[in-house]
Nanobody
Framework: VQLQASGGGLVQAGGSRRLSCAAS????????MGWFRQAPGKEREFIGF????????YYANSVKDRFTISRDSAKNTMYLQMDSLKPEDSAVYYC???????????????WGQGTLVTVSS
C-alpha cells in the first residue's frame, strides 16, 4: 500500500479533527503530497498540498485559515488538521502524492483509500 488515510469519523460543527496519511518511504519522497475530498454526488475537490522541499503549503480558498497540512518525515506521514468544521466539510477525504504541485486530481499519481468525515450540525 502506497498511501493509507485514517482518522475520519463523526464530529460536531465547530469542532476539530486530524487526519493522517501514512506513506511508503518511496511515495513520501515525492515532491508533493496533497489532500482532496469528495462529497456524494460531487466531483473530487482539491483541499491543499505540501511540498517536500521547504515544506511550503497551498490551500483552496474554501478551507484556507481553517485547515492545516503538515508532514512528519520521521514517520513518513502527512497530516490534515481541520478546525472550525462545518457540515459542508462532510466528505470522504483522500490523500495523494505526485511530482506536480497542482490542484487537479490528475496531477497526482498515488492515492489513498479515503476516510469519511461527517460533520453534524
Amino acid at each position: 500500500v502506497q498511501l493509507q488515510a485514517s482518522g475520519g469519523g463523526l464530529v460536531q460543527a465547530g469542532g476539530s479533527r486530524r487526519l493522517s496519511c501514512a506513506a511508503s518511504a518511496r511515495t513520501f519522497s515525492l515532491d508533493v503530497m496533497g489532500w482532496f475530498r469528495q462529497a456524494p454526488g460531487k466531483e473530487r475537490e482539491f483541499i491543499g498540498f505540501i511540498r517536500r522541499r521547504g515544506g511550503s503549503t497551498y490551500y483552496a480558498n474554501s478551507v484556507k485559515d481553517r485547515f492545516t497540512i503538515s508532514r512528519d518525515s520521521a514517520k513518513n506521514t502527512m497530516y490534515l488538521q481541520m478546525d472550525s468544521l462545518k457540515p459542508e466539510d462532510s466528505a470522504v477525504y483522500y490523500c495523494a502524492a505526485g511530482s506536480v504541485p497542482g490542484t487537479g486530481p490528475r496531477d497526482y499519481v498515488y492515492w489513498g483509500q479515503g476516510t469519511l468525515v461527517t460533520v453534524s450540525s
